[in-house]
């Protein structure tokens, strides 16, 4: 069960004014499960969100947030975990602290959509839960993209996402995920589209551990029923995908594309990346008037 409840001020400034709009809302959340709504329990977890975010004059925009949040442990969702006990092959149950609070912090920023050039970017921080492990991480959530459009035909949007968890107990890497991605467009006549897409996502993972208790080895059931070591993991890899398009007229159309993944162990290294798939596909249609 989830409920919900916003309220929000929003206040305008005289034309011309450095701030031209200003919206203030106060949010607050909860949720609950089944059970604990209509019987014992209580709200499972509980968030008090602040935001502002305000248009200044020129068309720039900010924001800001603070976030306060509660969430309680749910005992349904680590059914699958155990803990590694001192003697092989012996298995702990896993029980989590009975919450874990959160403060996290949001800032945001966009400038005016210039003729050739526009930019923004939000970065979230702080402390927040790392559900692996059931324990609470210091974050760094960001994204930040670039529209660039040199000529009226040419267009190139980058963009950048980043979410990292670092362990509050010593600081280590829980999980790491980057994703810079690449697209580039061009209308060569109202009739003759390219599009062409280039993305890398590197993804990491520590070994999990009770980090908020115990400390000892996480082990997560698999599909077999057999409980097994939740080791560290890499994942690097980049895709590709390219698209030719001509629309002569309303009701005839060709497309023909090609898409490839490929693989590598080291991030970002590329020097020994791998195909690991292919794709290709055409249409094409054509309108008969009778």
């Known amino acids: 069960m989830h409920a919900s409840f916003d309220q929000r001020a929003s206040f305008f400034g005289k034309e011309g004014s450095l701030i031209e709009a200003w919206n203030a809302d106060v949010v607050l959340d909860g949720t609950w499960k089944y059970d604990g709504f209509f019987g014992e329990g209580g709200v499972q977890d509980k968030k008090l969100h602040i935001n502002n975010n305000a248009t200044l004059r020129g068309g720039w925009k900010v924001g800001d947030s603070v976030?306060?949040?509660?969430?309680?442990?749910d005992p349904d969702f680590y059914a699958d975990y155990a803990l590694q006990g001192a003697r092989p092959g012996?298995?702990?149950?896993?029980?989590?602290?009975?919450?874990?609070a959160n403060l996290d912090?949001?800032?945001?920023?966009?400038?005016?959509?210039?003729?050739h050039l526009s930019v923004s970017g939000n970065a979230?921080?702080?402390k927040d839960e790392n559900f692996d492990e059931w324990s609470s991480a210091n974050i760094l959530f960001a994204t930040?993209?670039?529209?660039?459009?040199?000529t009226e035909k040419l267009r190139l949007n980058a963009l950048y996402n980043l979410q990292q968890y670092k362990r509050r107990s010593d600081g280590s890497l829980v999980g790491q995920r980057r994703i810079p991605r690449l697209k580039l467009e061009y209308q060569a006549s109202r009739s003759i589209?390219?599009?062409l897409i280039a993305e890398y996502d590197a993804r990491y993972q520590d070994s999990l551990r009770d980090d908020s208790r115990t400390e000892?080895?996480?082990?997560?059931?698999d599909d077999s029923g057999l409980f097994q070591p939740a080791l560290g993991s890499r994942q690097n890899g980049l895709r590709l995908d390219a698209l030719f398009a001509w629309?002569?007229?309303?009701?005839t159309v060709f497309f023909a594309g090609y898409g490839s993944s490929l693989r590598e162990n080291d991030p970002f290294a590329f020097r020994q990346l791998s195909r690991s798939g292919d794709g290709f596909f055409v249409k094409f249609s054509y309108l008969f008037r009778l």
């Open 216 to 221: 000892a080895p996480i082990l997560i059931r």
């Open 67 to 73: 976030l306060i949040e509660s969430f309680g442990y």
């Open 90 to 100: 012996e298995l702990l149950p896993f029980v989590g602290v009975p919450t874990l």
């Open 193 to 195: 589209f390219g599009r």
């Open 124 to 126: 979230v921080w702080g």
């Open 247 to 251: 629309q002569p007229t309303p009701g």
């Open 105 to 115: 912090y949001v800032l945001s920023l966009s400038t005016p959509d210039y003729k």
């Open 144 to 150: 930040l993209q670039v529209d660039w459009r040199p």
